[in-house]
């Protein structure tokens, strides 16, 4: 999420008075692989905007897009809203609406508005705490290597992720920093040690890696590759301490792995320095 005002910039949204704003755009070439349906591009367009919302810790309330295209077609555009309605729903917030404008690329533009009267930002994380995901890593990864063999039914299913609202709300009293995943695990970690001015080492065989991956995957390295470094997973990245997690992991929807440690200062995995890797906007 891009702010206007330098001063709220940097975190999964902007937060003004307890009310959370963000907004994402999709392109056809870089976000939508050949086979993306018009459902799942609905989904996924609001459904990112509703991760930002998660990360803050926040309530969504409702979403809106803006629906660009060479051509209009009617079914297209109602699967559109089918997708982004049914994601909302899924969350507890509201799609109301949108605006439709003729572009050369089939190009699209989420927002979503929500509450986080006590947000959680990125800037909070202290040495000696821990860092934990939500759910599990690598599914959009391999999502686009099943586009890319034509099995576009399981690419699909597979893009349709769910938006950890639920889990924000739930871990919103104890985390001390969070975000989404959207940029890639590694990434995630850099940002989060930058704005916390902490550092992070984790392990690789404690990650989280989706059963997806271990179907696509050729070897070690693109397991990795799909689970690390190449993004749009929008899961939750948060630190906190144990103890606190404890308390709430049976309210929490989702499962919560710990990966490792808040250090002073350096992003390790196994003791080498986890290279500054994702996905790039």
Request: net charge negative.
């Amino acid at each position: 999420m891009l702010a206007g005002d330098v001063g709220r910039a940097g975190d999964d949204a902007a937060v003004i008075d307890g009310l959370v704003v963000t907004t994402d755009m999709l392109h056809e070439r870089t976000d939508f692989p050949r086979g993306t349906t018009r459902y799942t591009a609905g989904w996924r367009t609001i459904g990112a905007s509703l991760s930002d919302v998660a990360a803050m810790g926040g309530a969504a309330t409702a979403a809106v897009a803006a629906y660009g295209a060479p051509t209009f077609d009617d079914e297209e555009i109602a699967a559109f809203v089918d997708g982004a309605s049914d994601v909302c729903e899924l969350t507890g917030a509201e799609y109301v609406g949108g605006d439709l404008d003729s572009h050369d690329e089939f190009t699209v533009a989420g927002a979503v508005v929500g509450r986080a009267d006590d947000p959680v930002y990125r800037s909070g994380a202290s040495p000696g705490e821990t860092v934990y995901v939500t759910g599990t890593l690598g599914r959009t990864g391999a999502a686009v290597r099943e586009f890319d063999r034509g099995h576009v039914d399981r690419g699909n299913d597979l893009f349709q992720f769910e938006p950890r609202v639920a889990a924000g709300r739930q871990l919103a009293p104890v985390a001390t920093a969070m975000m989404d995943s959207s940029d890639g695990l590694a990434r995630s970690l850099h940002q989060l040690a930058a704005a916390s001015d902490c550092g992070f080492e984790i392990g690789w065989d404690r990650l989280p890696v989706d059963p997806s991956v271990d179907a696509v995957a050729a070897d070690a390295v693109e397991r990795r590759e799909l689970s690390t470094y190449f993004g749009e997973d929008f899961e939750l990245v948060f630190t906190a301490e144990p103890a606190a997690v404890d308390e709430v992991r049976g309210a929490v929807d989702v499962s919560l792995t710990e990966i490792g440690t808040v250090t002073d200062a350096g992003v390790v995995a196994d003791g080498d320095p986890l290279p500054d890797q994702g996905y790039t906007h």
